[in-house]
């Protein structure tokens, strides 16, 4: 599975942004997430799509302000985000892994499948 992200810039506090992640293949059966990493901080999980049951689940840091979507038949998924803070600054990877169990989801090492990133850069 070749995944490729797209849809980053530069936007002011408050601005809004959609991230896409074009796939070459999204099976109903792939867990599908977005991560984002801060210069001189680790990966850390933004959302994801669990495979069963289509769960989305959001870490606190942006729940109420980013919203992800998926569509199998478009093999694609999306990152809707609002209200960008500075603190959302980052380059953001859309993510994709088989078998990925619940527990497992914001865990990075659970997805054997990664696009190349997508700078999103929000301004004071």
């Known amino acids: 599975v070749q995944l490729q992200a797209s849809g980053g810039g530069l936007v002011p506090a408050g601005g809004s942004l959609t991230l896409s992640c074009a796939a070459s293949?999204?099976?109903?059966?792939?867990?599908v997430s977005w991560f984002r990493q801060a210069p001189g901080k680790e990966r850390e999980f933004v959302s994801g799509i669990h495979r069963s049951g289509g769960r989305k689940t959001y870490s606190d840091s942006v729940k109420g302000r980013f919203t992800i979507s998926r569509d199998n038949a478009k093999n694609t998924m999306w990152l809707q985000m609002n209200s960008l803070k500075p603190e959302d600054t980052a380059n953001y990877y859309c993510a994709a892994g088989a078998g990925v169990i619940l527990s497992s989801l914001r865990n990075s090492r659970a997805y054997a499948h990664w696009g190349q990133g997508t700078q999103v850069t929000v301004s004071s």
């Open positions: 293949e999204m099976p109903s059966s792939y867990t």
